[in-house]
């Protein structure tokens, strides 16, 4: 069974950075690690996407939004995905999700069979 678990989230000032953690484990066959996304939810507004990496050739894709001050990356060895924000804004507050799957767009939350339970990040 594939398990998400989201780490790094936080309070920080406005112009700060931070640097989002998903641990992947579980996925010994492969399963449900072909894509793993960055999503993120702001209070009574719809998850969105933000950024995701392949796990085949490490090809990272991100929302016009978010190119230039997010970073997605991954270290393998350590089975985990990282999400780098750089001149944090306060519109950037939001819970942040990680996610994986095996397949579809990867902006939509349904291409995704497993997901975090999410961590905190407010940006005053």
Same mark, same amino acid.
């Given at each position: 069974?594939?398990?998400?678990?989201?780490?790094? /989230?936080?309070?920080? %000032? !406005?112009? #700060?950075?931070?640097?989002?953690?998903? +641990?992947?484990?579980?996925? @010994? &066959? $492969? *399963?449900?690690?072909?894509?793993? /996304?960055?999503?993120? %939810? !702001?209070? #009574?507004?719809?998850?969105?996407?933000? +950024?995701?990496?392949?796990? @085949? &050739? $490490? *090809?990272?894709?991100?929302?016009?939004?978010?190119?230039?001050?997010?970073?997605?990356?991954?270290?393998?060895?350590?089975?985990?995905?990282?999400?780098?924000?750089?001149?944090?804004?306060?519109?950037?507050?939001?819970?942040?999700?990680?996610?994986?799957?095996?397949?579809?767009?990867?902006?939509?939350?349904?291409?995704?069979?497993?997901?975090?339970?999410?961590?905190?990040?407010?940006?005053?």
């Amino acid at each position: 069974h594939v398990q998400l678990v989201e780490s790094g /989230g936080g309070s920080v %000032q !406005a112009g #700060g950075s931070m640097t989002l953690s998903c +641990a992947v484990s579980g996925n @010994g &066959d $492969g *399963s449900g690690y072909r894509c793993t /996304g960055w999503f993120r %939810q !702001a209070p #009574g507004q719809e998850r969105e996407a933000v +950024a995701a990496i392949y796990s @085949g &050739d $490490g *090809s990272a894709i991100y929302t016009d939004s978010a190119k230039g001050r997010f970073t997605i990356s991954k270290d393998a060895s350590k089975n985990t995905v990282y999400l780098q924000v750089n001149r944090l804004k306060p519109e950037d507050t939001a819970m942040y999700y990680c996610a994986s799957g095996d397949g579809g767009k990867w902006d939509l939350t349904g291409s995704y069979n497993y997901w975090g339970q999410g961590t905190q990040v407010t940006v005053s």
